[in-house]
């Protein structure tokens, strides 16, 4: 079960976590069917983004995490056609995030499917 928070929550929910250094992370398996709109969806990632980096190291969380799928906006079912961003400070050193990302995927995934990726690369290459 999971919220769908209004603009004026996450505007206050951001300041919370970049003052409590919490990592927010971010669950968008449904982009553009809340609003209808991509863009009008990936506002809250957005704003988080601004807020949470805008005042540089020190004050601010070690990053933020988006878990993306893409089953349900571009009708892959069963393709794991999925990704993971983690947004880092600009000077954050990324070896130790990105070899530990590369353990995880190595070992929950392996070889992943092609034909899903092939076809989400060819709708989001399309302007």
Sequence with gaps: MG?????DQWRS???LLKRKKLVPFFDSAYQGFATGHLEDDAWAVRHFQKV??????????????IAQSFAKNMGLYGERVDAFH???????????????????VRAE?????LYGSRLAYIVLSDP
């Design 3 to 7: 919220i769908d928070p209004t603009r």
């Design 13 to 15: 929910l951001a300041p």
């Design 52 to 65: 949470l980096f805008q005042d540089g190291p020190g004050n601010v969380p070690q990053g933020m995490c």
């Design 86 to 104: 983690l947004v880092l400070l600009r000077d954050t050193p990324a070896t130790g995030p990105h070899t530990q990302l590369i353990r995880s």
């Design 109 to 113: 995934i392996s070889n992943p499917p």
